[in-house]
């Protein structure tokens, strides 16, 4: 059964316009031609840029706008969490607005009483429900209004944005009590700028673009087309080469391929430390621009607002392949990496010396770094666990970088490839593998011609210079006898 449902809904706004004494009037269309319907039980994300429509389509979803076109159909009690603090009186205690907001809910005096108690404890604002809220923070006005709009029991919950407010654990919170919501069968629509938020709650997500739907799907469908459009359009290039996509937008890279993203939250980018300043900036705080474009490739620059930080990234595809050269072009920055976001289908790693899992995501952690013994090699492999066809396999070969590799925490559970730069200037090559044997048969291919240019046999005896950790390994009947390092002096 349909809980929402849009068809042909248009929305214009009348908008005053003043200068020096004269006035005019122009008309605004917010939203065109907007058709949609949403299941009982179900949770929809809006996403899209600032001005895109979003609060006007949950203000049309509430019954606080009438669309001048088209009809809008809403089974249920709706409660809405939109501007923080619209409907509560600052000079009123927390508890006094309680009271006061819930008639307006529609809450009976005896349903008030029952769950009055649960709404303060949820809120878990302590003796500060008995002050004016004109002493209350962003997070304790958003922990007041979450939790009377869910304790009114709505049938449909909208949201705007209000869950970016406040601490990590009030956050977490409220998004624990949204899964219990949806597990009862009630109806969400989520408007947020979080990509893990809309990835995590969401059954399905509409990107809106100046008031028009420009698509609609799964959420790994949707948010990569959001995080290709976000962001200042000079800074944007796109490559495209059969069925790898990959999208460079003001300083962070996106990899698609098969129209599935490889790449998590922000993607690719470079972090790099300001010694003048005493901190850690990145690509993603630098001006970009398109400098210069060909068919299968383009060259970026992107510099601070000061102008004392350059960089220059050039980027080219072939079939399932792509290059990535940096270059920093400031003399005072000494350490920098690049931290590529791969999403959770990524299940384990291959070097030429050993072979590991990224393991499960530990909750409310940092990122946790993986044990790669000082692996010093130019060559790793990201691989998928096999059940997924339709998944490829990742291999990286770098010049001037050693590898690192992370899970991040259970918030955004994303694998990381870290490539720590050894100078100013970075290579990277990354062949992509749909198939896992011809992945595994590259590997085994790379680690025997490894072998022969550093090996000396004699029977079942054969000993390995180690040259990155500068040792002798020791192998019987291809088996390491030597532990660590090795052999060395």
Request: one cysteine or more; hydrophobic letters at 40%.
């Amino acid at each position: 059964m349909k809980a929402i449902e849009f068809k042909g809904v248009w929305e214009k706004y009348r908008i005053k316009y003043i200068d020096e004494g004269r006035v005019w009037w122009e008309e605004l269309w917010a939203l065109e031609d907007i058709n949609f319907s949403l299941d009982k039980g179900k949770v929809l994300g809006i996403i899209g840029k600032n001005g895109a429509g979003k609060t006007t389509l949950l203000k049309l979803i509430a019954g606080m706008l009438v669309p001048d076109r088209g009809e809008i159909k809403v089974e249920g009690k709706v409660s809405t969490l939109m501007e923080l603090g619209a409907g509560f009186n600052p000079e009123f205690t927390g508890k006094e607005n309680i009271l006061i907001n819930a008639q307006l809910y529609g809450l009976k005096e005896e349903e008030l009483e029952m769950r009055l108690k649960e709404i303060i404890e949820f809120a878990g604002l302590g003796k500060f429900i008995h002050a004016p809220l004109k002493y209350y923070s962003q997070g304790m006005f958003m922990r007041l209004a979450f939790s009377l709009a869910i304790f009114v029991e709505p049938d449909i919950l909208l949201i705007d944005d209000i869950l970016a407010v406040g601490d990590r654990e009030a956050q977490e919170k409220c998004i624990k009590k949204v899964f219990e919501l949806k597990d009862k069968g009630k109806t969400i629509v989520l408007v947020s700028h979080d990509m893990g938020m809309i990835e995590k709650l969401c059954d399905e997500v509409i990107l809106l673009d100046k008031g028009k739907v420009v698509f609609q799907g799964l959420p790994q469908e949707v948010i990569p087309r959001y995080l290709e459009i976000s962001g200042d359009e000079k800074g944007i290039g796109i490559l495209e080469k059969e069925s790898l996509r990959i999208v460079f937008n003001n300083g962070r890279i996106f990899i698609n391929y098969n129209k599935i993203p490889l790449t998590k939250d922000i993607g690719g980018y470079l972090s790099f430390f300001l010694p003048k300043l005493g901190n850690w900036s990145s690509s993603l705080n630098l001006n970009w621009q398109i400098k210069k474009q060909w068919v299968n490739g383009f060259i970026a620059e992107g510099s601070s607002f000061d102008g004392n930080v350059v960089q220059t990234w050039e980027m080219s595809v072939e079939k399932d392949k792509f290059d990535w050269k940096i270059k920093i072009n400031e003399d005072s920055i000494k350490e920098a990496h690049i931290d590529l976001l791969l999403t959770p289908e990524y299940k384990g790693w291959l070097s030429l010396e050993k072979k590991g899992e990224f393991g499960p995501f530990l909750h409310k952690s940092n990122w946790q770094e993986l044990s790669l013994d000082n692996y010093k090699g130019n060559i790793i492999g990201i691989r998928t666990d096999g059940g997924r066809r339709d998944f490829p396999n990742l291999l990286f070969e770098v010049d001037n970088a050693q590898f690192k590799l992370f899970n991040t925490g259970y918030n955004q559970e994303s694998r990381v490839i870290q490539l720590c730069l050894g100078g100013d200037y970075i290579s990277v090559r990354a062949n992509i593998f749909p198939d896992i044997d011809a992945f595994e048969e590259y590997f085994r291919i790379q680690k025997e011609e490894l072998l022969a240019q550093r090996s000396i046999n004699s029977g079942a005896l054969r000993l390995f210079c180690d040259l990155e950790n500068k040792s002798i390994r020791l192998y019987y009947r291809d088996k390491e006898i030597t532990k660590w390092t090795g052999l060395y002096s």
